[in-house]
């Protein structure tokens, strides 16, 4: 009897162990991660994940996004932690999406499409906010570095993300989004309440113009 307890301790141990080891030991598929991508996010987000400002899409350009953003990003709208406010419209159609990844120990859709997004090179589109102005969104950005960066870099320590050079209307709705509550970002309480529509225009006409690396 005692005998059989310590045994199946230990199968049980090992069980633990290898499993614990099959977690450490997967490494992300870059293979995988482009079947993905090609299989389900090229159509909205563009065929180089360059973006698509159509009226009914709306997908900002994701090229060359640190993976950790990405991933963190989709787990946030899988979860339904971001995509899922009643008047976000364009979350609504990233949510579903998201909701079709697969994740477990050895098949993960969201660390391969992410680490396949971050090595596509990235690519800036053209202006297009009528009426800004670069110099003030300049002025504004002041309270912005201390997380996303003196040149829109984004900050992983901060789990911020890089802002340099991504499309102007997506910055634009995701300011109004976040001020609103309809994108839940509280690491920004302090600051969008100081922030009117011009401002936040401004301010993503300034990002938009600043290179991304
Ligand atoms: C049906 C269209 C659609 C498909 C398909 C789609 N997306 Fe999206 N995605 C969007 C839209 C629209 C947004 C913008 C949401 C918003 O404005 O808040 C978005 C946002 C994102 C964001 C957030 C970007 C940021 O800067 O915060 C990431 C990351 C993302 N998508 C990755 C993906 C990946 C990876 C896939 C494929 C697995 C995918 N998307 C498939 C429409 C789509
Ligand atoms: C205290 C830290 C902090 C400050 C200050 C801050 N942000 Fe953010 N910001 C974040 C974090 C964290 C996120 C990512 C939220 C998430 O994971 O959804 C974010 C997200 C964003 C996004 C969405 C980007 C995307 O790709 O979807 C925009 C746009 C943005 N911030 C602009 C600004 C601007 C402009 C300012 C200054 C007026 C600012 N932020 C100040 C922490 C901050």
Known sequence: ?????????LALTIGALASHEALAERKVNLYRGQQVFDGLCNRCHGMEGEGNDAKNIKAPAIAGMPAWYVEDQLEKFRTGKRGKHPLDNPGMRMYPIARTLFKDEQRD??????AYVEKLPKKTAPA????????????????????HGANGEGNLGMKA???????????FTQLKNIK???RKV???????PGLDEEAMRNLAAYLHSLPSK
């Open 1 to 9: 009897m005692r005998r059989l307890r310590t045994g199946a301790l």
């Open 109 to 114: 859709d969201l660390a391969d499409v992410s």
């Open 128 to 147: 297009t906010l009528d009426g800004a102005d670069i110099e003030k969104g300049k002025a504004k950005y002041g309270m912005c570095i201390a997380c």
């Open 161 to 171: 993300p890089a802002l340099a050079g991504q499309s102007d209307w997506y910055l």
């Open 180 to 182: 609103a509550g309809i």
């Open 186 to 192: 509280p690491m920004m309480a302090g600051v969008t």
